[in-house]
Structure formats: structure tokens, C-alpha cells
């Protein structure tokens, strides 16, 4: 416990020892002790410094509640997210929907603090609460010939203002390759500081996948379907020139109209350095792997 919210991680943090919680025992004041599985690599090299509470719930992106970055804190309230369920289907041996509560239950929750890069160029460290994406397509089942998964987003016009505006086509989605969406460090985040997620960062769960640009991070999730062809995803759709289905964190691949060669830690003041950007968001030694052989100019 004491540990929890430590603010420089270090190797020896990264230790079986290390607790995580359960975000509804550790609401009503337990918490549970567990494994550890926290970014890897990147934490025992490099210290992972956590962003405040407030710059992370106060400076968003989730369109559907506008385009500003202020938007999503001052609107999001308006989403109601229980009750919530998530319908899994497609390739999998148990299709169907599955509600937030029944998920949390079969599902371990720990806490995990991941480094997180908008394509925007700017970032942040935040400590997720969550479970392992692979816990929960397993949980449905993933038949042999499923190689994609496709996420989408609740499309809810009279709980979202911004979907008025055809910035995207709503509903929003995103999608993965299977061996990315069953990587250990992809993780369905649920919570926050061990608080449930706010609304602004996509409850009541929301994707993670720490070496993608942010917005591979599709938020307030409602279905996930195991396909066998590459999902379509927002953003290339609105503009495949500047987003591709990959889009992996990647200092070499510049965006067509900015450089990714670097970026603006939030939350150091209006003169904080910019420090440059890792491959794979410093990822590297965990994920470099599934890309073996594969042009990441071309598949970007
Ligand atoms: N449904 C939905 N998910 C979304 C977005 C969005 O507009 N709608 N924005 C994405 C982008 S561009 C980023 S950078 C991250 C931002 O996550 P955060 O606000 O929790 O930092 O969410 C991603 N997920
Ligand atoms: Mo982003």
C-alpha cells in the first residue's frame, strides 16, 4: 500500500511485491495484494514520473464532447455510465453482452503506470487501474480464426454534444491486430489514481495500448467484435494520408505536417523542455517483436 502512488519507480519497485487493487474494495478502504506487472523495461531504466490527478482529468481528448481540450471535463458529466454493458461477438465462442459489473468481477484489477503520447506531441505518465485486454477476449473465447479486434465507442447524441459536428464518423472506433490487442501491456483501464475512471477519460472503461499514439486509446467502449479483416479505424478514415492502422509511437515517422520526433511533457509550466520520443514510446524491448520484418514507414 504504501507504495502505491510512488513517484519515481525504480527496479526494485518492480517486484512481485508490488500491490494492486481492486478499484470497489479499495473504494470501500481494502485493498488487495498481488503480482506486479508494471511497464517492463522502461520502468527499471527510466524513472516514470506521474502527472497530477488534475492534469490528467483536465486536459483530454474525446470528441465526442467537443474538440477542445478543456471539453471533455466541462461536458462529460453528461454521459451516463451505469448502467453499462459491452457486447463482445464476432469470432469468439461466447458472443454477447456482457455488463461492466460481471466484467469487473472475473477480471483482476492492478494498477499499472504507462507512458502515454498524443499524436498531437504532447504527453503524460498515469497510473491506470485495470485489467489485461487478453483477460477479457479470453473470457469470450477467441476462436482460431479471429485476427483483428475491432472496438467502438457508445454513440449517444443526447448524452454527447460534440457528435452533433461530423469532425468523425460516430461512432467512434479503433482497432487491433490480435497479437497487439493480446499483449500484456494492452490493458482496459477502469479506474484512475484508484479512483474510478472519470468520464472525461472514457468510463467506464477505456483502452490502453501504451506504445500507440493516444488515439489507438478508444474510450468508453460498448462493443468489441473478433474479426478476420483489419478493422476501420477514426481516424484513418477521416484521414488516411496522417493516420494509419498502426500507428506506433515512432521518433523516425514523422506526421505529414509536424515532426514526432519529440514532445511536451503536460503539466511542466509554459517553458518545460520538450524531451525527445522513444520508439515505441520507450516500449521498445517489450513490443518491438510483433513488427519483426514489417516497414514501419509504410505501415504507420
Ligand atoms: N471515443 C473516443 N476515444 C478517444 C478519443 C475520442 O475523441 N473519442 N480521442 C483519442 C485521443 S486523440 C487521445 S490522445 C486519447 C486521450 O486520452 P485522455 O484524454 O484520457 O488523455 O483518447 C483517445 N480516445
Ligand atoms: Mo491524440
Not at 180 to 201: F, S, V
Not at 286 to 291: P, S
Request: proline share 6%; hydrophobic share 40%.
Amino acid at each position: 500500500m504504501a507504495n502505491r502512488w510512488i513517484n519515481t519507480l525504480k527496479d526494485s519497485d518492480v517486484t512481485p511485491e508490488t500491490t494492486f487493487l481492486n478499484r470497489r474494495q479499495m473504494i470501500a478502504g481494502a485493498a488487495a495484494a498481488g503480482l506486479a506487472s508494471i511497464g517492463g523495461s522502461l520502468s527499471a531504466k527510466e524513472a516514470l514520473e506521474p502527472n497530477s490527478y488534475e492534469d490528467i482529468t483536465q486536459y483530454n481528448n474525446f470528441y465526442e464532447f467537443g474538440t477542445g481540450k478543456t471539453d471533455p471535463a466541462a461536458n462529460a458529466h453528461t454521459l451516463v455510465t451505469a448502467p453499462w454493458t459491452v457486447e463482445i461477438d464476432g469470432l469468439v465462442d461466447k458472443p454477447g453482452a456482457y455488463t461492466f459489473e460481471d466484467i469487473m468481477k472475473a477480471m483482476t484489477i492492478e494498477e499499472r503506470i504507462y507512458r502515454f503520447r498524443c499524436v498531437e506531441a504532447w504527453s503524460m505518465v498515469i497510473p491506470w487501474n485495470g485489467f489485461e485486454l487478453a483477460d477479457l477476449l479470453n473470457m469470450a473465447g477467441v476462436q482460431s480464426g479471429a485476427k483483428y479486434v475491432a472496438f467502438e465507442t457508445a454513440l449517444r447524441p443526447d448524452e454527447m454534444p460534440g457528435v452533433r459536428f461530423p469532425v468523425l464518423d460516430w461512432p467512434y472506433v479503433e482497432g487491433l491486430r490480435l497479437d497487439e490487442a493480446m499483449h500484456p501491456l494492452t490493458i482496459m483501464a477502469t479506474g484512475i489514481y484508484g479512483k474510478d475512471i472519470p468520464n472525461q477519460n472514457g468510463a467506464p472503461l477505456r483502452l490502453v495500448v501504451p506504445w500507440k499514439y493516444g488515439f489507438k486509446s478508444i474510450k468508453s467502449i460498448v462493443k468489441i467484435t473478433l474479426t478476420d479483416k483489419e478493422p476501420a479505424t477514426s481516424w484513418n478514415k477521416a484521414n488516411a494520408r496522417e493516420y494509419g492502422f498502426y500507428s506506433n509511437v515512432n521518433p523516425e515517422v514523422s506526421h505529414p505536417r509536424w515532426s514526432q520526433a519529440s514532445e511536451r511533457p503536460v503539466g511542466g509550466g509554459l517553458f518545460a523542455k520538450r524531451i525527445p520520443t522513444l520508439m515505441f514510446n520507450g516500449y521498445e524491448e517489450e513490443v518491438a517483436g510483433l513488427y519483426t520484418g514489417m516497414d514501419l514507414k509504410t505501415n504507420f
